[in-house]
């Protein structure tokens, strides 16, 4: 299957085999980047174009600009290969080919008990189109120069973070706190508004949260000068902070479980403790003047009263939906329904958010595809991760190895929560994915 589809692709760059040439192969390649950069950004704008410029989720637009980071991410395929150094793609292939083998199977399965054409769009486009566009435009890319997608993110969790806590401090009814969906209520906690930052609702924050953390400590590993240390502190704590500013939980402690694990296991403070050190002062001295502490720590406030409010702990949540899982392969071993546990399923036709039966990822994804459709997304997984871990084993550098490290991090973080069912975090997982194993090519050139 897959190697027909590779063979299709190949078959498309006739399209645009005239950038293949020796003298536009730089241009091709700064294309291919820019692209993905667009993707990216799309990722992190198309929430605000929603709310703000189309001002409905259900409009026909909001559906084109739903989809945009997609569009970006896909027009890579008509991008040539860029021959030379190698990538671990091929490891990744070694888990893909069988984990959707196991999805196809599990989604037909379950699409035999009911099937919803709005759901079923998203559930494999999560679970198999964003996979595969991973494995193929991999090539397209490499040589990436990863320090370009480092500069956006962090330019763009900056923003989110000013915004974020701007928006906690307005009211409610403050046209910057509307949601993409007119109808839903603004959520608000007792320290102010939950924050959405550009995101059309409060869980695409969040995502942005571990994204903004991963950002900083893949800048701060490979980092060469005080400058570049200080933009990745603040980049990672600017990526906390939009955690504190959408008042939620579960990535302020999954982006600190990520920073205890990348600072046990890496080896960057070994080689650069002097200049970090150096560079966590000015930054403090740095927020000091600004009262920046004074903020976060209002925000931390905000969190802490929540939890405190809350009727279920942290690891009711994390750890409740194993429980949930197993009570879903009691009710529906091979799946009740493909798309029937996507929110988005009824937008299209009805114009509304649907309901769930559960709200954690893995008990949806058995009534989605089944058992046999979660072993495929486990496997696809653990395919990407160890796809990472095949390339830290051919790197020197200790900087390159933390940044490898932290990339493993958050796609484990990404693949426990709720990528299927959230877009936003699957468009981040894999984008990301792609360009980190673009940047590191097995052999270097």
Known sequence: MIDQLASTIDGMRGAAAFIDRPRYGLRSRRIAWGILLVALALTVLEGAVRKWLIGSAFDSTSYLAYFSKDIAFGLLLVMPRREGAELHGEVFRRWLVPGC??????AAASSLESFNIGGSILTLRAVLLLPLLAYFIMPRLRGLPLPWIIWIIGALTLINFALGVYQNQLPASHVLNRYATDAMDIATSPSGVRATGTFSYITGMAVFSLVGVWCGMVALSLARDIRQQIFGAATLVAGVACGLASVSRGPVLMAALMLVAWLTFSELWA???????????????????????????????????????????????????????????????????LGTEQIGRSAFTMGMLANVTFESQL?????????????????????????LQASKRCCTDGGEKAALLATQLFLIASFFSNIVFNHVASAFAWLIFTAVMAAFPAERR
């Not at 008990?363 to 796809?387: Q, Y």
């Open 101 to 106: 083998f196991l999805l196809i199977i599990g």
């Open 271 to 337: 080689s650069k403790k002097a200049r970090a050190l150096a560079g966590a002062l000015l930054l403090l001295g740095g927020a000091a003047v600004f009262d920046l502490t004074s903020t976060i720590f209002d925000l931390g406030q905000g969190l802490r009263l929540r939890v405190e409010s809350a009727n279920d702990s942290v690891s009711d949540r994390a750890l409740g939906q194993f429980d949930d899982a197993l009570e879903a392969i009691g009710l529906a071993p091979f799946g009740s329904g």
């Open 363 to 387: 008990p949806r994804i058995v009534l989605e595809l089944g058992v046999l459709g979660l072993i495929g997304f486990l496997i696809v997984s653990i395919g990407a991760v160890a796809a």
